[in-house]
């Protein structure tokens, strides 16, 4: 091989490169590969509530993986934990659940000191089973957090008093009618639960709207499994705010899907 055919093969391989590294050879590479100018597959939806294109969210324990965000509800995912149980000696992971909030209000409101649990925005819990699990075993691990965190809000919203701190009968007994509201509609819970089988891959959404006092705005509570059939629509805010407690509040079912949650809000 001669120096000046050395030369020549290089200036090729320069012309090559060239060539394929060129705008529309690169276009044209990416729609072979169905990808757009941005690096996205073709078929997917633009994300249109949010400028930036967010990875999906993995949660590393039970590596499950949740869309970026809630499809329907523009909700943005900003973390997700999991839910263990203990039997016997072992950390069995039961489930994997994220949290969804909208995110220019969440982010309004925890500048304003408020919290993930108390701030006035549209949020959701989106659980995914990590095993098979029957649905009455499901609300009953679940209502065993929850009942205790309704009769608390009862008895704060009872003992509320007036500027000038007296008694006021006229918010106890609102406390005690929101109180069986609430549990009432744990009942309806109850039902939706107890005839489902939650096999692994199984997904529950709970989503609350608070609603606006000022605006007038009535709060809801949806709660159903992912593609079934039974769904429910709910009105007790003092069940929604038990629900979102049970993951949001001082004392949550998992220290580190909280820590999740509160690390990706903050970075909205």
Sequence with gaps: ????????????????????????????WRVHHGLTARGGRRGVCP?????????????????????????????TCVGAGVREKKVAIVNVKV?????????????????????????AFDKALLIQMARDVDGKTFWEALD????????????DMATKEDDEGNFMSS????????????????????????????????????????????GGAEGSLEVGVVGGAAALSLSSMELAQALFDVY?????????ALEAFQAGAAAL
């Design 1 to 28: 091989r001669t120096l000046t055919d050395t030369v020549e093969q290089a200036a090729t391989r320069n012309r090559e490169r060239a060539m394929l590294t060129s705008p529309g050879a690169v276009a044209g």
């Design 171 to 214: 918010v106890a007994e609102a406390a005690e009618v929101a109180e069986e509201s609430a549990m009432d509609q744990c009942d309806d819970l109850r039902a939706l639960f107890s005839g489902q089988n939650l096999k692994k891959a199984t997904q529950v959404l709970i989503k609350w709207c608070p609603g606006s006092e000022a």
């Design 47 to 75: 994300r249109r509530h949010s400028p930036v294109t967010r990875a999906a969210v993995i949660e590393p324990g039970t590596k499950t993986s949740f869309p970026d965000m809630l499809e329907g509800a523009a909700l």
């Design 248 to 256: 949001l509040g001082d004392a949550p079912i998992s220290t580190k």
């Design 144 to 155: 065993q957090a929850l009942t205790p965190r309704i009769r608390g809000i009862a008895t």
């Design 95 to 119: 489930y994997a659940v994220a949290l969804y909030v909208d995110a220019s209000p969440c982010k309004a409101e925890l500048a304003a000191g408020k919290s993930l649990l108390h701030g």
